[in-house]
């Protein structure tokens, strides 16, 4: 399992950077949104990948059925999922007005001072 | 310890108090005036107990230390603290003057706010993961604050300033993730107690190389600092002096604080290489500055090529350099935020970003040339003044290691230090005014319209963060010591371990 996902994770990856280095800025924001999802997926699997019982105390008992999968990873995901659709949605927003201000999402057409 | 989450809470508050009377820019100036010396005070309280009574910790949620979010305060916090309270003052009552009403209308206190909380927040967090939320805090912040109401120009810093920024985020997500699978743990403390004896330290210096890269885009060092003179210049002054004085720092914070206590296992690999970055940031800073003609560029550079000196402590990893590195922080926050403030009021009165169209000031305002020669040459380490000591500290430290190379290159990018100042200093303040309507005038904004009452509130904090650079060279024994005091506490981790774990150890 490990190992695909380590696949997984290298592929989006690779296409999140592949699209991060073309020129225009949409493709960009798409790159960096592949990014986070593989990002996500390797905080997934390099804490772990456990077949266990969900941290979770049954009726009756004191203590959660061992062995216990941990809940952590999947808290720190869920904190990057929100940030990551709050920072993105910001981007796409700028992109917006970026192509208002500049009329272009070409990158090399953005060099500081042109004027 | 109430006193720990006040620096957060305060800025919090006022953020949303501000946003509740959105409609009234006078209600917003005063509550946000009044926050800021509020965080002020508190920063100052918190300064005080921690120098009096030790490293103050406290545990969210009552959850115990490794479990839990910890917030830590030691002196390096507290005084990181401080000088984002003091940076946040001195900012609201420039923007008084200086921000336009649009910019206000669309929730400039608000945002300032917010900013402010994300760095105190990374200033003061025991947690790494809880470090990469405060990161993203300040950092949505300062993206709006970057794009709000620009121009085009404004508009091309602003994505470079994003793109550059999230790259930087992802990476230390990804890092953060493959720490957390090594120690199984985030909690800064107890990682500095799992990493010391781990199966795999190849791994962990893996993880190391991707906590400098990340830390170090955000304190923009070599080669990762080429985002911020495209970005810094491009917002007004009041915006440009508050990313200029600490946003780079809370880089620099982040490395000091995990290269002193979870990322110490290599240290002639680790921090020899921090080192020979440190040197090549203050070069190519100064370089990039003295190859500029746009004022606010030059001085772009020159907090880059300023990084260079604060990481340099952290390179030489002593005692002794690391309270020169501290104390150059000091120092540098508060120079460096004046003279962009300056930076404002010169743009004010020549209508001109390029320093070859400008001229005329020390004639007609020696009182402003002056407020930027001071923290100018203090910058440039300048004897009586608070730059001096800095320098002259690293360069002991440098001394006493035998680090010969880096402080040839510190003397070095000192001297060119002082001569980009006075190439700035005779084409921008002393020669005279150019002819009105001469070829090469680039006027950005057309109607700037400034009264003298707007220029006396401008001027107002630029005057105290000026009379803050002279009184630290003055008082240098006092601040040295408080910065020595952080120094060790964070030479020895042992007391920080110790009062975030508590008993669990």
């Known amino acids: 399992m490990e190992t695909i996902l380590a696949f997984v994770v290298g592929g989006l990856f690779a296409a999140g950077l592949y699209m991060m280095m073309r020129r225009s800025i949409v493709k960009l924001i798409i790159g960096l949104a592949l990014l986070s999802h593989g990002v996500n997926l390797l905080i997934f699997t390099a804490a772990n990948l456990t077949r266990a019982n969900p941290p979770i105390v049954p009726d009756g008992a004191k203590q959660p059925l061992p062995p216990v999968a941990d809940p952590l990873p999947q808290a720190l995901i869920l904190t990057a999922i929100v940030i990551s659709f709050a920072v993105l949605s910001f981007a796409l927003v700028l992109l917006h007005r970026v192509y208002q201000a500049v009329g272009t999402d070409d990158i090399d057409r953005l060099k500081p001072v042109d004027e | ?505």
């Open chain 2, 1 to 505: 310890m109430a006193l720990l989450i006040l620096p957060i809470i305060i800025p919090f508050a006022t953020a949303i108090l501000s946003l509740l009377f959105r409609r009234s820019a006078a209600a917003q100036r005063a509550i946000s005036l009044l926050g800021a010396t509020a965080l002020l005070g508190a920063a100052i309280a918190l300064l005080n107990v921690v120098w009096s009574d030790g490293i103050q910790a406290t545990q969210m949620g009552d959850w115990p230390a490794p479990f839990g979010i910890t917030l830590v305060a030691d002196a390096f916090s507290a005084i990181m603290v401080t000088l984002a309270a003091l940076t946040l003052l001195a900012t609201v009552v420039y923007s008084l003057a200086d921000i336009d009403v649009r910019r206000e209308a669309f929730g400039y206190y608000p945002l300032l706010n917010v900013m402010v909380m994300g760095i105190c927040g990374a200033f003061l967090t025991g947690d790494i993961f809880n470090l990469y939320v405060w990161f993203e805090v300040l950092l949505i912040a300062s993206f709006v604050l970057m794009a709000l109401d620009g121009d085009q120009a404004q508009m091309k810093g602003a994505i470079k300033y994003v793109v550059i920024n999230l790259i930087a985020s992802t990476l230390f997500l990804v890092a953060a993730g493959l720490l957390y699978g090594l120690a199984g743990t985030l909690n800064m403390a107890d990682l500095a107690v799992k990493l010391r004896d781990v199966a795999r330290p190849d791994l962990v210096a893996t993880v190391a190389m991707l906590f400098l890269i990340v830390f170090g885009i955000k304190a923009a060092v070599f080669p990762l600092f080429f985002w911020l003179p495209d970005s810094y210049p491009t917002p007004p002054a009041a915006i440009s002096a508050i990313f200029a004085g600490l946003l780079t720092k809370v880089g620099v914070y982040a490395l000091i604080r995990v290269f002193t206590l979870i990322f110490v296992q290599d240290v002639a690999y680790t921090h020899t290489l921090i080192l020979v970055i440190a040197g090549l940031t203050m070069v190519a800073g100064v370089l990039g500055a003295l190859a500029q003609t746009e004022f606010r560029r030059v001085l772009s550079f020159l907090i880059v090529s300023q990084v260079g000196y604060a990481v340099m402590g952290l390179g030489l990893y002593t005692s002794g350099a690391l309270a020169a590195s501290v104390f150059y922080i000091i120092e540098d926050v508060v120079a460096l935020q004046c003279l962009f403030l300056v930076s404002g009021v010169v743009y004010r009165l020549n209508r001109s970003e390029n320093i070859s169209v400008m001229g005329g000031i020390y004639r007609t305002y020696p009182g402003i040339a002056l407020l930027f020669l001071i923290p100018a040459l203090s910058l440039a380490g300048f004897p009586p003044l608070s730059g001096f000591f800095g320098k002259l500290a690293l360069l002991q430290s440098g001394l006493a290691v035998e680090q010969y190379a880096i402080v040839a290159t510190a003397l070095v990018v000192a001297a060119l230090t002082l001569f980009c100042i006075g190439r700035v200093w005779s084409d921008a303040f002393l020669k005279p005014s150019p002819a009105p309507g001469s070829a090469g005038v680039l006027v950005r904004s057309a109607a700037l319209s400034s009264s003298r009452a707007q220029m006396i509130g401008m001027l107002i904090p630029v005057v105290v963060l000026v009379a803050l650079v002279i009184g630290i060279g003055l008082l240098a024994e006092p601040v040295f010591g408080l910065a020595t005091r952080a120094a060790e506490q964070l030479w020895s981790p042992s007391d920080y371990i110790q009062v975030v774990l508590g008993e669990a150890l």
